[in-house]
DNA sequence: CCAAAAGTGTTTCACGTACACCCATGC
DNA sequence: GCATGGGTGTACGTGAAACACTTTTGG
């Protein structure tokens, strides 16, 4: 069934970062696109809107789609709109990024998906349309949002060791931090809070659990409170 | 001539959010709608997305079109896409934000614009579509901008001075802030420049004004320096 | 001379930062 | 017993915040 108006449309897309952390680096979930153009090429996770979606729930469900993912955490990113984006035709795509903890969700390629992947964000492949561009901007959004909001959090399991925590701002902020400093100032917080549970399986000596209270985060924020890290 | 596709399509538009500074208000910049729907409406000043033209160039053209602003400051804000926002049909708007100083620039209504004005971000009219809740949203990008982005400089003549600079960040930020602390930490970031001018025609001592220097801040930026009010 | 705003220093306190050693566990 | 990471306290310096009076100018 056709449709048409007075006036050419752009066609609307959204695409998604969705990073994850695993024991090395800061990755990016990537597809192998299974249809023109772009046959082959890796890319953002993504695809057309429709009429009776919000832009939201179109980049949940493209997702699900093309990797299997289930409900994340995701937020709005930016809107790309250069003329020329789309070899076809003109697409306005909004993307969205997403964090995701990586172990707890198995991904599998479906769809026009070809395949899936993890890959390290510091050394991408090439990527197709402008999504190289895409990334970039995802990863400094990531960089920036991550220090005054805790949105770290989304990317570990629900109970972590605050050696993994360390690890995470490390990774993301790109430098070292003093273990002792960061411990004090992310205990101090009081939303950070302690589990009895010690780590399982290791080859040294257990790590007690920690557990982030986001009710706790969020009243504290309510009443003036700026995270920072 | 009618354009057909195989899925309908939603519209793309983009809104305006322009800010500006009197001597007592944050204003924002509002349009009387003179066409349907919302006719006689208050609403931002915004249009549909030309097939062949950036986003940015759409708000450009639109804010010159309906307002008679030139160039000016401006930074995509965020995309709306709630299924229901047009009573018409799909619209999906890229909203933009803009920083003005009110002083230099005469608007005037034309195109579809029946009226244009300035009214109090804190009190604004009954807005068309979803127009009140982007309004609200570019506040807060505002408020929380301002303090890390030295952003606010737009909103004030080329020459200025520190009591206006201090008032404009009192009015953004809702609270006071301490005159010889302001003065201090302004003046010990380096780019905000002593001219050898005076304020004129005032019935008071008259203050030296001061200018800011882009390309000191962003020499500074580049070698890690981090701005923050 | 009065009104209005310009301009200027010092003290105090909190917080960020730097830094090194002993402990517990598994192999 | 050794390798691996877990866990802890203190000293120092910088920067934020609080605070009040004198100067200049125009009317």
């Given at each position: 069934m056709p449709?048409?108006?007075?006036?050419?449309?752009a066609a609307l897309t959204v695409d998604c970062v969705v990073f994850g952390l695993d024991d090395e680096d800061l990755k990016v979930l990537l597809?192998?696109?299974?249809?023109?153009?772009?046959?082959g090429s890796w890319a953002l996770p993504g695809g057309f809107v429709e009429i009776d979606e919000t832009l939201e729930a179109a980049?949940?469900?493209?997702?699900?789609?093309?990797?299997?993912?289930?409900?994340?955490?995701?937020e709005q990113l930016y809107t790309f709109g250069q003329v020329d984006r789309d070899p076809r035709e003109r697409v306005v795509t909004v993307a969205y990024f997403a964090?995701?903890?990586i172990r707890d969700h198995r991904v599998r390629a479906a769809t026009d998906a070809r395949g899936v992947g993890w890959f390290a964000v510091a050394n991408p492949p090439k990527l197709a349309f402008d999504h190289a561009t895409i990334l970039k901007t995802a990863h400094q959004r990531l960089k920036g949002k991550v220090r005054y909001q805790p949105i770290g959090f989304e990317l570990l399991p629900p109970k972590f060791t605050l050696r993994q925590l360390q690890h995470l701002y490390e990774t993301i902020l790109e430098r070292t931090l003093d273990k002792r400093n960061?411990?004090?100032?992310?205990?101090a917080m009081g939303f950070v809070e302690e589990t009895n549970e010690m780590q399982q399986d290791v080859a040294h000596r257990a790590a007690k659990l920690f557990r982030f209270n986001e009710k706790k985060y969020r009243r504290l924020s309510k009443s003036g409170y700026l995270f920072e890290l």
């Open positions: 449709h048409t108006y007075k006036y050419p449309r597809i192998e696109r299974g249809g023109e153009p772009f046959v980049a949940q469900r493209e997702l699900t789609e093309e990797t299997s993912l289930g409900k994340v955490f995701l964090l995701v903890n960061f411990r004090r100032k992310v205990l």
